[in-house]
């Protein structure tokens, strides 16, 4: 059965930064490029950050986190990371890992919730 369970949200002020992880199971973890979406109040879940695999060479951000977020893996670990600075107000938002390329069905983590205040 494939689990995510996020952690590592909080509150923090404007400006300041975080560190997300995500432990990953029940699939191969370094067969799949891996991503972190996230959810504010009232919108979808949009795409925040994806990297490749298995070593991952190729990272991919949305214009909103780029410069500011990181993403990483560790393989050995089954966990995605997502390091975040420069934090803002409208970066606010439930935040949830996956792999990259969903399909219908695909199960969720509870995520996490981060809350950044101005």
């Known amino acids: 059965q494939v689990q995510f369970v996020e952690s590592g949200g909080g509150l923090v002020q404007s400006g300041g930064s975080l560190r997300l992880s995500c432990a990953a199971s029940g699939f191969t973890f370094s067969r799949y490029d891996m991503s972190w979406y996230r959810q504010a109040p009232g919108k979808e879940r949009d795409l925040v950050a994806a990297i490749s695999h298995p070593a991952g060479r190729t990272r991919d951000y949305a214009d909103p986190v780029k410069g500011r977020f990181t993403i990483s893996r560790d393989n050995a670990k089954n966990t995605v990371y997502l390091e975040m600075t420069s934090l803002k107000p409208e970066d606010t938002a439930v935040y949830y890992c996956?792999?990259?390329?969903?399909?219908?069905?695909?199960?969720w983590g509870q995520g996490t919730q981060v809350t950044v205040s101005s």
């Open positions: 996956n792999k990259k390329i969903l399909r219908p069905g695909d199960s």
